[in-house]
């Protein structure tokens, strides 16, 4: 199952941001280019956080970075990600998460949930075994399984209702669902 993420890639330079990683402890192999953090791990690059128990972070040649990022006992692995040029964010919670720089792909993979909010709001939400958020082609695609984050094993969507005839409020956020129009000062 795929659903389009909505109108705007994950924020463009987040790239360009440097890495900071925060964590009770550090291994790194520069034979490698390999770093593990273990114990609180809090990762932030740009408008990226992820937070998980363990994260192995290496390099490429090609500057690009790529992560697996572990949760323990019943822990889940949280990212969060502002969408460029939007007040929406793309939040994953799972067991593991591996990330891809170079393809701009997060997996997010057993007991999986991924949400779409706009202004702290749910606008969408899946629920599977297996989740991959492509930022670049702006999709989700799902798998269900014995790991699913669903009582019945299978992928789960909630998507909110459009409500077209809403004003916005004050803060300068449409209400979920709302088009784009009814932004403050919309477009």
């Known amino acids: 199952m795929t659903l389009t993420a ?32 273990t114990g609180n791990v809090v990762l932030t690059k740009g408008s ?12 490429d040649p090609e500057g690009f970075q790529h992560g697996v990022a572990t949760a323990t ?28 720089g170079r393809n701009d792909k997060i997996h997010f993979i057993s007991r999986a949930v991924v949400k779409r ?7 969408d939400e899946v ?15 799902a798998n269900g399984g014995p790991r699913a984050a669903t009582p019945n094993q299978r992928v789960r969507t909630v998507i909110q209702p ?3 005839g809403a004003a916005a409020p004050d803060n300068g956020c449409a209400r979920p669902g709302a088009p784009a129009a009814a932004k403050k000062g919309g477009r």
């Open 6 to 37: 909505g109108a705007a890639l994950a924020a463009k330079t987040d790239n360009q941001q440097p890495t900071l990683v925060d964590a009770d402890s550090l291994r790194y192999d520069d034979l490698k280019q390999t770093s593990v953090f």
């Open 48 to 59: 990226l956080t992820l937070r998980a128990d363990r994260l192995e972070l290496r390099e």
């Open 73 to 100: 006992g019943s822990k889940l692995v949280f990212v969060r990600q502002r969408r460029e040029g939007t007040d929406e964010y793309i939040e994953g919670e799972a067991e593991r998460a591996e990330f891809d």
């Open 117 to 123: 909010l706009a202004c702290e709001q749910v606008v």
């Open 127 to 141: 629920r599977g075994q297996q989740i991959t958020y492509d930022q670049r082609a702006e999709t989700y695609s």
């Open 162 to 164: 459009r409500d077209s």
